[in-house]
């Protein structure tokens, strides 16, 4: 199964390579169903400008002991998860907070709006369970970008060709590139997510 499925990935590859090289897409891996054409196309945005805001232990605390080991959280859509269990937990949608959602970690959701993230789309906790992972996948657009602040374990990414470890620091990505998550430890990984719009929409 796992040859087959590495087959038809490169199978895949070479046709988004050619879609490339027709100038229909930026990258092999930047393939969302709907695409704004002009906007910057980088995979992960080192340079992005983020707001003084600081997630403390306590905060991650909150997290932690009252949405994932409460299971608060639902399970992802779509048929993502690869093995394990993939869930989220949403705090913020259309840019408004939830009131019911955000009394579960009291004082975080407020910490989250007075630090004025620019154009704020969603904020939601993703969770991975111990040995979990995704399948590759995008965004539906390119419009926005993601903020992964890690909250507790050290799940590993992959976006386009490259992969790193979110442990610590904050990571800006462009999630309608290709992107997998993997869980390999035997402790939960959680991140806050802040969904933002990419700066050249706004």
């Avoid at 402790?187 to 802040?194: E, K, T």
Wanted: overall charge negative; charged content about 20%; proline content about 7%.
């Amino acid at each position: 199964k796992q040859w087959y499925q590495r087959r038809v990935r490169g199978e895949a590859l070479g046709v988004y390579g050619e879609a490339v090289e027709g100038g229909v897409l930026p990258s092999v891996y930047q393939r969302p169903a709907a695409m704004v054409a002009g906007l910057t196309a980088q995979p992960v945005w080192p340079g992005y400008t983020l707001p003084e805001f600081d997630l403390s232990e306590k905060d991650r605390a909150l997290i932690v002991e009252n949405i994932v080991y409460k299971g608060l959280f639902s399970g992802v859509e779509g048929g993502l998860e690869r093995e394990g269990v993939w869930g989220y937990y949403d705090l913020a949608l259309g840019g408004s907070f939830l009131n019911t959602e955000c009394e579960a970690i009291p004082g975080v959701c407020d910490k989250i709006g007075g630090a004025q993230f620019a154009n704020v789309d969603k904020v939601y906790v993703s969770l991975f369970y111990p040995n979990s992972a995704t399948w590759p996948h995008t965004a539906p657009d390119n419009t926005k970008l993601n903020i992964i602040f890690p909250v507790a374990g050290t799940p590993t990414i992959r976006i386009a060709s490259t992969e790193m470890v979110l442990e610590g620091d904050p990571v800006v990505i462009a999630p309608s590139f290709e992107t997998d998550f993997t869980n390999i430890s035997n402790d939960p990984a959680v991140m806050l997510v802040i969904s933002v719009a990419h700066p050249e929409t706004v």
